[in-house]
């Protein structure tokens, strides 16, 4: 039997057409000659030195790093906490209420969730800027760090802290020296996901955002409202190659190192 | 010459290492624990052994310090455990799983424990290499433990727990997964390594075998309570109730009513059978309800009928489970009752006289069995 009979080749075909023919045009005509944006004129890369002596995209581009970087952080450091207790407290009261609301802001509207950023800094009188966008993206890729985070440690076989506390370790050294070096692949790819979710968020940014920072999705929005340049083509063509690296990385993360060290663990223990 | 006996829990002078005092242990409304008072004695090697569920696992992991008794106190050396933490105990625990750590080599999974005591460098690795000589593990050293046997690494889960010299060393199913050959080594060597570091072990096991070639005592459990505790010899010999004689080996269980004769004791079991006489120092009612309670090996089967056994009766052979070096017999009695009997087999199997459906004689002498109130 053939595996690929037309109708399956159809059918793939079609639905990576879907997917990705908008991408390709675009990164396509990034490398256009012509100021055109429709009109094919030849192969250039004149459009990333444009982009690279245009400073309000360089700043808006700085900005981006920067909260992606911060709020990332952060996220991955309270994300994780909050897997660790909710996985590994036990029974509380309202443990599963607790769990499912780390879960909530993951199907929530980010409009909701931006507008309700948005009057809480008001109301506490914080100036919007680089501070409020990196509070508001702690805020929800925090639950994405989580879900990954827990994930793996429903999976760690808890003697491990036992013996580590049985051993001598207080709790915080039992964490640091052997859960944290076992689960740091969920925690790395937690990290590049919430990363890659900063870095492309334009709803909540354009929310919790002032005149002082603006971020590069927001500057690439406003920008294709007077017309879209092959400048913005270059840059977005930039912004899909860091996000593509991020998310590829963070599953090879995810997969690879995930399945060996379960495998090492596994080998730990006592054979089945 | 004679060695002296290791009993100190015969000793009223020794005092016990590890107290339970009336510990009581609930996890919601079940009830793990109940009510338990036992002595463990430094030196010993104390066997817990039950069914799962019974409260063994649970009475380790409160003498290791991941669980507190809800009512009772725990003394290990005279000090009151209630408010010390596992990492503040000189308590270490070999686990179930073995719980290596898989970031870490074998020296360094042994190492551990050492570090985390702030010791200079040469002092520990000066242990860790007199741990890795003891288990025989010198030429692992640098492997992880995904690279090594599983006799390997339960060698370094015991090598571990041991590197710190702590006072108690508790041991969670240690054996279970390792195959009989290996487990029967392993056991000898256990035995070996707590004897020449002189460590008091407390081993829980659901593999009576198991507990009764390691131990020095035995504590068989059942729902929360220790129902006896005594040397593997006695348990196996001496067993006080029906639940510990069923429990360790295999018995022949008969119940019937009571009637005392002197230093003997006249079991009546069924109608138009001959009394059962057995031999106790308990005192029994007439009438009362007893237990008679007899090892199938301490049972002989005969074509003839025996001419001087205190106890005898016919029956047929219903079963033979033939296990190279015994085989057991299962004989019923015209009441409905089946009897085991055992018989080493030193003659060839050919020349086996008694086969299935023959009539035979099983017989026993008055002392041969246990008399039980319960």
Redesign the interface.
Known sequence: MRRFSWFNATALSLGFAFLYIPMIILVVYSFNASKLVTVWAGFSTQWYGELIRNEEFLNAAWVTIKVAVMSSTIATVLGTMAAYVLVRAGRFSGRTLFSGMIYAPLVMPEVITGLSLLLLFIGIGLDRGVLTIVLAHTTFSMCYVSVVVSSRLVSF?Q??E?????????AF?AFR??TL??IAPAVISGWLLAFTLSLDDLVIASFTTGPSATTLPIKIFSAVRLGVSPEINALSTIMIAIVTVGVITASLITKQAAVR?A???R?????? | MSQTVFAPWNDPDEKPLIQFRNVTKRFGDFIAIDNLTQDIYAKEFFALLGPSGCGKTTMMRMLAGFEAPTKGQIFIAGQDMARIPPNKRAVNMMFQSYALFPHLSVWDNIAFGLKREGKDKDAIAARVDEMLRLTRLSKFAKRKPHQISGGQRQRVALARSLAKAPKLLLLDEPLGALDKKLRQDTQFELMDIQEKTGTTFVIVTHDQEEAMTVASRVAVMDEGQIIQVATPAQIYEAPNSVYVADFIGDVNIISGRAKPNGEKVAIHWAEGQPDIIGTTATKFEAGQEIHFAIRPEKVAISTEEPADAANKTKGKVLDIAYLGNISTYHVELPTGHVVKAQTANTRRLSRRVITWEDPVWVSWTDTAGVLLER
């Open positions: 076989d003697s491990l036992e013996a580590a506390l049985d051993l001598g370790c207080s050294d020296l052997v070096p076992i060290q495998r090492d663990e080998m730990a223990e006592r054979p089945a």
